[in-house]
C-alpha cells in the first residue's frame, strides 16, 4: 500500500459533509479548555492505565481517520505496531489544518494535538456527526506519550510538529511538498504511565475488522512489524468490506446454523437519522445483538435498541397472527421469544449523541427510538410478506421458543420454590463464609468434591466461600432455557449466588442487589479438562449472567503447574519458563538431578496449607479478572468454542495453544 496521508485528528471523532464546500480551516477549530489534567489522572480520559487504557490510545487515532472516511474525504486506514512497541497511524483524508488559529495564535495543528477539548468536531459545519464528542482523542494521546510526531499532508505541502509529553519541542514545521493530503501520527506510549506496553495485534485486529464492517468501503490494514513472513515481510492483515452490516451478521454466525438463507439487511434515512441492520435467525438459543453509535459500541443499549425491540416485536406478532399459526397456543407469545436465536447488529449515525456517563455505553436520544422503529417495522414487513416460506421458518421458531420459555419458567418456579423450602434457599453443597456484606465476600466455584473439600480446610472461613462442582456442567451454548434450570449444577450455583433467575418479561435479567458475593471465582485443574471446565462456566456466566462480567465480578483462579524443591527449599512455579529459571538457579552447575520437580495435574495434589498459600490468599495469589473487551468478539468465540462446528474450534485451540491450555 502506498504511503497514506490522514484526515481530522481533532480530538475525539467526527463525521459529516464539511462546512458546505469541504473547507475546513483553523476557523472550525474550537478550543473549550487546557490538557493538564490528564498526565494527573489518565484514567479519567482513557479508562485505565493496563492494557485496554493503552490500546484506547490507538483507538482515538484512528477514529478520528475513520471521522475523515465518513465525511467522505479518506478511503483507506493504514496502522503500524513498530520494533519498539511504537504505533504510527497514517490515512488519506484532508488533514489537520495547519493555519494560524486566531484566538489561541499558533497553528490549528499544535491546538489540536495540545489543547484538551479541541477539534472540527464541535463545529457542526466540519463534522456533522460525532462519536468522541468529549474532543478528548488524539491531544489526550499526546498528553500520555513520551513521544509524538504529527505529519500533515495539505495544500502541496509536508508540515510536521514533534511532541514530548504532551509539549511541542519545537514550532510546526513545513518540510517538504507532496501531492497527498491527510495525516500521519507516530507515538511511543509513557512508560512511566502505563503498567502495560505491549501491544496486543489481536486486540487492535479486532478493532479494525469491526470499523470495516461498520463502515462499508474503508480499507484498513495493520502490520505487526515486530513479527515476519518467511519472506521477511512484517506480519499484515487487511480488513475491507463491500457488504457492511451483511458481512458482519456472516462472521459472527459462522458457527452457528442458519435458520434463513441469507441475513435479513435493512438501511435508510428516518427523521435525518441513519440507521443500518442486518439480522440472521439460527437454531442456537440465546440472543446476540449488537448496537452501535457512530462506530461506538454501546454495550448497554439504550434508545436505538429499544426501538429495534419494539418494531421486531410489533412486526413479527402482527404477521405471526395474521397467518394464523398463533391459533393453537395456548399462552402469550412475549419480546423474548422474537429474539432467541436471534443475531443482529444494529448501527446509527446520530448527530449530538446523548450518551449516559462519558463512557458512551448507552444511548439516551429519545428521537432516535421512533427512527430505528419505523425502520424495522417497514422493512422487516416488507420482508416477510415478499419471503413466505422464511417468514414462517421465523415464526415457527418464536413458537418453539415461547413454549421453552413456558417450560422454563415452571423449572424456574420450582428451583425458587425449593429454595425457599429449604430455609436459607441456600445449595447444602455451599460452605458460606460468616460475612454477610458482599463487597468484603468471595466464592469458590471448584472443580471436583475432592479438591472442594481441600479449599473447604484451606480457606479463610470469615469471607471464603466454597461451592464445590461435580464434573462438567451442562454446555448451555446447545441447551434450551428449561433444560439449563433443571441441571443441578447450575441451580446451585444460582442458589448460591442469591440472585434472581429472571422474570417473566426478561427471562435474563439478573437482581444484582441480592448478590451475596462481589468475587466470584472459578478454580479448576491446570489440565485440559480443567480449561474445559472453566469455559463452560465462563459461556454461562456470558449467556446468562454477563451482568457479572460487565461489572468485574468474574475472576479466574491461577494455581501453579509445578513445586520445585532443593534441599530443605520448596518454590512454585506458574509456567514452564519460570520452571526452566528457576531449575538453573537452583542449579546453578548444571546438575539438575539434584532438583526435584513436581507437576500438578490436579487441584487434589495440594494439601490444604499449599492451596491457600498458593492460590487463596489474598496476599500472593494472583486472580485473572474476566473482562469483555469486544462483546461481538466475544460472542463469536464463545459460539465457536462451545457450538457443534468441529475445524474452527481446532483452528482456534492450535492458534492459542502456546499462550495456556485455554487463552481466557
Known sequence: MSELTNGLHGNGNGNGNGNGNGNYTAENIQVLEGLEAVRKRPAMY?????????????????????????????SEIEVRIHPDNSITVVDNGRGIPTDFHEKEQKSALEVVMTVLHAGGKFDKGSYKVSGGLHGVGVSCVNALSSYLKAEVYRDGKVFMQEYAFGKPKADVLEIGTTQSTGTKIHFIPDNSIFTVTHFSIDILSSRLRELAYLNKGIRLTIFDERETDEQGHSVNETFFSENGLKDFINYLDANREKLIPDPIYMEGEKNNIPVEISMQYNTSFSENIHSYVNNINTHEGGTHLAGFRRGLTRTLKSYAEKSGMLAKLKFEINGDDFREGLTAIISVKVQEPQFEGQTKTKLGNSEVMGAVDQQVSEMLFNYLEENPREARTIVNKVILAATARHAARKARELVQRKGALNGSGLPGKLADCSERDPARCEIYLVEGDSAGGTAKQGRDRKFQAILPLRGKILNVEKAMQHKIFDSEEIKNIFQALGVSIGTEEDSKALNLEKLRYHKIIIMTDADVDGSHIATLILTFFFRYMKELIENGYV???????????????????????????????????????????????????????????????????????????????????????????????????????KYANIDV
Not at 591 to 616: D, F
Not at 636 to 645: A, K, Q, T, V, Y
Open 555 to 657: 475472576y479466574i483462579a491461577t494455581p501453579p503447574l509445578y513445586l520445585i524443591k532443593k534441599g530443605q527449599e520448596e518454590r512454585y512455579c506458574w509456567s514452564d519458563e519460570e520452571r526452566v529459571l528457576l531449575v538453573k538457579e537452583l542449579a546453578p552447575n548444571g546438575n539438575e538431578s539434584s532438583v526435584h520437580i513436581q507437576r500438578y495435574k490436579g487441584l487434589g495434589e495440594m494439601n490444604a496449607e499449599q492451596l491457600w498459600s498458593t492460590t487463596m490468599n489474598p496476599e500472593f495469589r494472583t486472580l485473572r479478572q474476566v473482562t469483555i473487551e469486544n462483546g461481538t468478539e466475544a460472542d463469536r468465540i464463545f459460539s465457536m468454542l462451545m457450538g457443534d462446528e468441529v475445524p474452527p474450534r481446532r483452528e482456534f485451540i492450535e492458534k492459542n495453544a
Open 46 to 74: 482513557i479508562g485505565d492505565i493496563s492494557e485496554r487504557g493503552l490500546h484506547h490510545l490507538v483507538y482515538e487515532v484512528i477514529d478520528n481517520s475513520i471521522d475523515e472516511a465518513l465525511a467522505g474525504y479518506c
